[in-house]
Every structure is written in C-alpha cells, then in structure tokens.
C-alpha cells in the first residue's frame, strides 16, 4: 500500500469531527496516519533534491496565496481564546497577521535553499586491510512533533521535516486548530505539486487529548518524538513516550550585567531581550547585576523596562533601589513568565552568577553583556545551556536568527540534537564499507 493509499484509508474510518469520536475510533485512526507516515519516509528518504526544493517553494507559494484563508482561519481561533481569557502574552503567540504569514512563507524557502542534508558523506577513511568506509547522513524517519500555541510551527516543522526527508506527523496545540489546519492545506498542496506523498506530513486531525497519548505509544511507526511547549506538556511527554525525545524545554533565560558592563549596551539590550516579545522562549525571564554597578547601572534600565510596561519583582537590594518593584518570591527565580515581568537580583560577582544561572536556569539560552573578555570566556565555558552568548540580546535564540532557516525547536537536552533544531539536526547517519573481498581473519 502506498502512503497516500494508507492515508486515504485512514481518513476513511475517521468520522470528520474533532474531538468527538470514541478512542477505539481514535486509536483506528492514529494507527493509519502512522502506517501512512510510514509509507511515506520510504519514498521521502529516495526523493531527489530538486523534488523536495519544488514541495518547499510550492508550499511558500500556496501560503501566500492562501493568506485570506489563513487569516480567517486565525480570526475564529483568536475569538476562542479571548473567550478562554488567555493571556495577553499567549494571543500574541497564537495571533497572525500578514506579516507573520510572510514570514512563514519566507521560512519556507529559506528551508528550500539549503544544501540537502541527506546523503552527504560526514567521514571517510581508508583500512590497513584496504575497506573503504565512510559515516553518511540519513533521515531518521518519521518524526512526531507536538507543540501548542504558536501556528507557524506546522509551517516550520513540516518544511524541515520535508527538506531532511522524514514524514511528520503535527499535533498542533487546540487554541491554533483552526490556523494550523489551513498552514498545513498549503503543505500539502507543496506536496502535490511535486508528486510527493501527501502523508509525507499529516496533521493529527482532533484536539481530543488522547490522540497525544496514542501518538507517543506508537513506537511501531514513529522514531523521534519532538514536544514544543511548557513545562506541562515537556514533563507528560518525557513520562508517557515509548519513542525517544528531542524535547525543547520552558525558556528560563537570563542576562547578566557584569560589573565592566557597558551602560549603554547594556540598556538597549536587556529591553530588547525582555520586551521585543514577552511570549517567545527565548525572552529574558530574570536579570542579574553584579552588586558593584548596581546603583549607578539598574535605576535607567528598570525606568526603560517600567515604562515599556513591565512589571519589576526584585530582591532586596533591587527593591531598594527602585521603590516600583515588587519583592520577589522563591518561585519567581524559576518562572518562565512568557510575559511583561521580570525577575532582578543583585549577585556578588562572575562567579555567584554563574552559579545562579545553572541552578535555576532551564539550559535554553543565558547571556552575560560585559567588555571584559576573561569573564566573558569564563561565562561561556562554565554555564551550562544550550546557548550561551555575549554582548547581545537572547532574542536572538532562534533557528532563523541562526542562519538555519527555521526550527522545530531549542532543544534543552544533552543527546542528539542542542540548541536550534533544524533540518541537518532531524538526520541521523549510516556507515557505509567497501570492500575488494575482503574477509575477517
């Protein structure tokens, strides 16, 4: 059976409405779009780079011409979640607008003009015995990604999954139902167009719940599970998963002003790191000073950020300095806001903020803003996350922002795939041995 054969079938035996149908129904349905994914990672592992080039660009294509359909779509997922009382915070990550829907269509054929990075010789090496043996890149097949809010991950997500040739099957979040199920008709017209299988990227068709539970049983099918979202889904999926986990945890993201910081930088970046955007996770969650500049370096940068709109919860000696902040509690230290607060302490030098950093950091991205490179240096080596920088602002903890196109997510884990998760980071690799007729003596 083909995968669009397989996907047919499935579609078949669902019976069309989200969220309403019994789970042996569901766990019927989940099975299909795994046999289909499946199927499909068979042909994508053989298709050739200009098809897979042609799929992108014409995905980008149907985006832009779809965005009065994408739009619309956002429109009614935007009126629930104002009825839910969402956050100001979380609407601005679920919100579309022409803007962003450009983007999203740019992010395609970003994707589209990388070197493919499938079949690319990684290491070659000759034996004594004469074996010829190289290390090449491979898809690693079908990949599951399950994410909240934000619907320009089905864009995002399914274009690296195609361009690194792996199926993917999305779990959008409920509150994007509506946005995602228009970005992924694009997809699947991108597909289409270049002959390739339309269940090369399959979109779980259901907010039911349990359809996230039965996607990571599916071990039979799927070969790496990536959830994108809160601490919630990341800790669920972690404990639930049959199927290993490239898992992009919460943004607990800090910027450090040491003490040979200097002030103008340093108060043009911590705004920008906090407030460009409170609901991306790569937003700064908790500021630290070194306790020698504090008096004279704090006072302008907490007037920036107050008049911005953000909301100040400091420490004592923060406290002290700015009479509109409000005393920070234990949990604050460890709170990923994705909104217009921010957490300040005071801290005695390089070393103590190191240490606060890998204490109560989530390993996402830390920053410290200084002109002395010895501390510097030292801060890049010594914390532990998967971005480190300097002098810049941790906005920038983004796979397009890398030069990489797009990104399924910031991976926070040790295995695999750190930082940035982009199309070269979804292959894995074989080894490939030649031979004269050699045999082991």
């Known amino acids: 059976m083909t995968a669009d054969a397989a996907l047919a079938q499935g579609k078949a035996h669902s019976n069309g409405h989200p969220g309403e149908g ?65 956050s100001a915070a979380l609407l601005d990550r679920l919100a579309l607008d ?98 390739l299988p339309e269940a090369a990227i399959q979109r779980v068709p259901t907010t039911d719940r349990a359809a996230v539970g039965l996607l990571l049983r599916m071990n039979e099918f799927v070969d790496i599970i990536v959830p994108r979202g809160g601490r919630g889904l990341i800790e669920r999926v972690q404990a639930e998963s049959r199927i290993p986990v490239i898992a992009h945890l919460e943004g607990m993201c800090h910027t450090y002003l040491h003490a040979a910081a200097d002030p103008k930088m340093a108060r043009a970046v911590v705004l920008n790191a906090k407030m460009r955007r409170t609901g991306i996770c790569g937003a700064t969650e908790t500021l630290l000073v070194d306790r020698t500049v504090a008096p004279s370096l704090l006072p302008p940068i907490l007037d920036d950020l107050i008049a911005a709109g953000c909301e100040i919860r400091g420490d004592a000696e923060v406290c002290g300095l700015e009479a509109r ?39 996402h991205t830390e920053a410290i803003i200084t002109d002395d490179a010895a501390a510097a240096a030292a801060f890049l080596t010594q914390v532990d996350a998967a971005i480190v920088m300097h002098n810049t602002s941790t906005q920038f903890a983004a796979g397009g922002e890398f030069g990489m196109g797009a990104e399924i997510g910031i991976s926070t884990g040790r295995l695999h795939a750190r930082g940035p998760v982009g199309a070269e980071q979804l292959t894995s690799y074989k080894y490939v041995v030649r031979g004269k007729g050699q045999v082991r003596p």
């Open 22 to 86: 019994r789970e042996p129904d569901l766990a019927s349905e989940m099975a299909y779009i795994g046999r289909a994914a499946r199927a499909a990672a068979a042909q994508l592992a053989l298709a050739n780079p200009g098809t897979k080039t042609l799929a992108l660009e014409a995905a980008a294509a149907a985006i832009r011409h779809g965005q009065e359909e994408i739009l619309a779509a956002n429109a009614i997922d935007m009126e629930a979640a104002r009825n839910k009382h969402l």
């Open 98 to 195: 022409a803007r962003r829907v450009e983007a999203m269509a740019q992010g395609l054929e970003a994707i589209a003009r990388f070197p493919d990075p499938i079949g690319r010789t990684l290491a070659e090496w000759d034996r004594p015995n004469g074996l010829r043996i190289a290390r090449v890149s491979v898809p690693l097949g079908v990949i599951g990604i399950i994410y909240e809010s934000r619907p320009n991950v089905t864009a995002d997500a399914g274009g690296l999954c195609l361009k690194s040739g792996n199926a993917a099957i999305l779990r959008g979040g409920s509150e994007s139902f509506h946005s995602s199920a228009a970005i992924h008709d694009c997809l699947q017209a991108g597909l289409r167009e270049a002959g």
């Open 325 to 363: 902040a409000k005393p920070a509690q234990a949990d604050d230290w460890e709170t990923e806001y994705l909104d217009a607060i921010l957490t300040v302490g005071v801290v005695d030098d390089l070393e103590a903020a190191i240490a606060h950093i890998n204490r109560h950091g989530s390993h």
